[in-house]
């Protein structure tokens, strides 16, 4: 088994896709308003029952690295999307905080981020006993990203 894709919530996808499409790299396949009038992607009791409210609307961004990495942006408009407290998407509460990347170079990668003006985790990067060097920061919704250079 193998991951299919993840899937962001997010409040602007236009401001998210500045990080993940624009210092990243991903690009986007799909930019659309779903439900779809073709109810090609989802029909209106699809999305309603996958969102649990009626009248569901969302846009989503389908975007994939060269690596073919994938990732979903979900900007809902129905029900309108609520950020989720910062300390709540950081250890110590349960679900999915954090997207790791494997890259090449740790450092340049760690100045390009840094440069863009995204808010880290750690002002170093810092490594795990020989099998990875990493940092961490936050994307514009506050949830963590992690880049990872492996090291074995």
Known sequence: ????????IVK???ESLKLYR????????????????EGAFFNQKTLDDIFHVKGAKSRMVIARSKE???????????????SVPKEQ???????FH???FTVDDINAWYDKIKAAGYEMQTEYTWEVRGIVKS?????????????CKPLQ
């Open 1 to 8: 088994m193998k991951i299919h894709h993840v899937c962001l």
């Open 12 to 14: 602007n996808i236009d």
């Open 22 to 37: 624009d210092i990243l790299g991903f690009k986007p396949d799909i930019d659309m308003i779903i439900p779809d009038a």
């Open 68 to 82: 073919g990495t994938v990732i979903e942006f979900q900007q809902p408009m129905v029900p309108d999307v609520q």
């Open 89 to 95: 998407l950081q250890y110590g509460y349960t679900g």
């Open 98 to 100: 954090e997207l790791a």
């Open 135 to 147: 940092f961490l920061f936050y994307d514009v919704d506050g949830n963590m990203v992690q880049m």
